[in-house]
RNA sequence: GGCUCUGUGGUCAAGCGGUUAAGACACCGCCCUUUCACGGCGGUCACCCGGGUUCGAAUCCCGGCAGAGUCACCA
């Protein structure tokens, strides 16, 4: 592409609360495309509906494109010459526009009430605005005016053409304007609408390449009969299908769940959810998936976003984000479970860096820490149901031998994995038992527990020996009094 | 209801007129680990339906069906 340079892309969210993975993943892709052809990505915050503006949500743009790792080179606090970036300070030049159209006779001021409007609504409740007063003449609209009649701008659909585009995910959209509403360009009290405020502020920010959802496929025709009114050049879109949470319903801020903070504080990682979300709606050629930021970027291309909606599956985010740990430096991984260790709220005196190197190839999410070390604290009534392990020929009984046994051959003198491992194979060996029952037993009988973070020998120096016979103990006498 | 779009396993998805219809998650089994997990190997499971076009269709066309979006002085 040999104006590569110039391409320009957007993200404006609106600052109404959390930002949802749906939201976030338009912005990543706008990123992606921006980095890809060595262009501009800009941030606008879209904030001109004062109703749903919501108390910081606005410094919640900002930390989320900053863990993610989304950096925009223009936007607030960053002028690249086309700001303000933050519409609601740029309310002048809307009117402005807007005016400019009426004095090309291609937009008229609308002096119809409420009521009017209502009353124009069809069978089916729904209501197209009848053009009443495109045809208004001069002598009318002058005396409205100036008796102050309240009045919204409205835009001039054209007659019987047929407005299309080429989507560079969907292909040629074409739509009659006989399907098109004159709508409102500016509001009765002197605001743009959306549709407005976005045509304007793409067109003067000279956003070149737009990427937004589905949900304005067929609307575009509209914003380009604006930019056509206008003469401006008509930008390229790049619609994007939406994440569902299931087959009929959108994912959204309304399920609470679904937003990017959340995640984090669960314990994923802002680079496992961010490559996650690539994934939904996008394939690199190659099909790889666990992809650093430079590799999506060096991998985005259109031709791989594909058209229908996916669902979020959080199974599969879990599994990447179990990835991303194993790989990690222990270090590191370390500095991160600390605090989740220590949710468990531990009262034994356990290594946490032990407790860690565990961990590290069983963790998924953090928060899933303390339940899985739980076992540390609370032993006591499980289900000796467990015990019964067909393929190592398990049950009640064997059990109860293999526990005797090892508790006959404990090590004495050092408790480390060297001596404790080769105490249970003696043991196996003296009561006609093989290793494995007796360290599967065994490991059961000191944690209660079926999947552990670490096998019979890991569990016995964690435990301690005192703690670990205890158990043993206690475990035996559940299996005597059930036998 | 009008208009617009979508339709490959349970989920994400590859496929772009000729393939034994990839791969990943999940699930199941086996191996490894004398035990948990990790890891390795394998398995079950799919082209919405009906007509065309073509020697040949998951791929192109038409129709149905299903789902989504949109039709605000919300963004």
């Known amino acids: 592409m040999s104006d590569s340079t110039m391409v320009r892309t957007r993200f404006a969210p609106s600052p109404t609360g959390f930002m949802h ?12 495309y921006a980095r890809k052809h060595n262009g501009t990505f800009v941030l606008r915050i879209e904030d001109t509906d004062r109703e749903r503006f919501v108390e ?51 937009a008229y001021y609308c002096f119809c009430d409420k009521e009017r409007l209502e009353s ?59 399907d098109l509403e004159d709508i409102i360009l500016l509001k009765s009290d002197g605001m743009p609408t959306y549709n407005f405020a976005n045509v304007v502020d793409d067109h003067s920010m ?33 619609h994007l299908s939406p994440i569902m949470k299931d087959a009929q319903r959108k994912l959204s801020k309304r399920y609470g769940d679904a937003n990017f903070e959340d995640f984090v504080k669960r314990g994923f990682l802002p680079e496992a959810i961010v490559n996650y979300i690539a994934l ?24 791989g976003i594909s058209k229908s909606p996916s669902i979020f599956d ?17 270090e590191q991984y370390y500095e991160m479970a600390k605090p989740y260790i220590a949710k468990a709220e531990l009262k034994g005196n356990y290594d946490t860096k032990e407790i860690a190197f565990l961990m590290q190839t069983r963790t998924e999410i953090l928060d899933d820490i303390p339940e899985k070390i739980a076992f540390l604290d609370n032993f006591g009534d499980y289900d000796l149901e ?3 392990h067909k393929k190592m020929k398990v049950d009640l009984e064997v059990a109860k031998k293999c526990i005797e046994a090892w508790l006959q051959e404990i090590p004495n003198t050092a408790w480390d994995e060297e001596s404790i491992k080769a105490s249970m194979g003696i043991a196996a060996e003296k009561a006609e038992l093989k290793a494995g029952q007796v360290m599967f037993t065994v490991r059961l009988a000191m944690t209660g527990t079926q999947i552990t973070p670490g096998g019979a020998v890991e569990m016995a120096i964690i435990l301690g020996k005192e703690e670990s016979v205890r158990r043993l103990n206690v475990s035996l006498e559940m299996i005597n009094k059930a036998l």
């Not at 950096?71 to 807007?98: F, M, T, V, W």
């Not at 959080?314 to 222990?330: C, S």
């Open 21 to 32: 993975i749906g939201n976030l993943r338009t912005g990543l892709y706008s990123y992606l």
């Open 56 to 106: 910081g949500a606005t410094e919640m743009i900002y930390s989320t494109l900053a863990k993610a790792k989304i950096d925009y080179d223009e936007g607030p606090e960053k002028d690249g010459g086309y700001g303000p970036y933050i519409q609601s300070e740029r309310k002048e030049l809307y009117k402005k526009y807007a005016e400019e159209l009426v004095a090309m006779g291609k």
């Open 120 to 178: 124009l609504k069809d069978e089916n409740g729904v209501r197209t605005y009848d053009k009443h007063c495109r045809y208004l003449s001069k002598e009318e609209i002058d005396a409205k005016l100036k008796s102050g009649a309240p009045y919204v701008i409205r835009f001039k659909v054209p007659d019987n053409v047929v407005s299309s585009y080429t989507d560079l995910v969907f292909g040629e959209i074409s739509v009659a304007t006989e």
């Open 206 to 238: 000279n956003i070149t390449h737009i990427l937004r959802g589905v949900e304005y496929l067929s609307t575009t025709p509209l914003y380009n009969l604006i930019y056509d009114a206008f003469g401006w050049q008509r930008p390229t879109y790049i």
């Open 280 to 303: 939904l709606g996008w394939c690199p050629k190659d099909n790889t998936e666990k992809m650093t930021m430079e590799e999506m970027i060096e991998k985005f291309d259109i031709d």
């Open 314 to 330: 959080e199974t599969k985010m879990r599994w990447l984000n179990g990835e991303y740990f194993k790989e990690m430096p222990f």
């Open 386 to 388: 467990w015990y019964n």
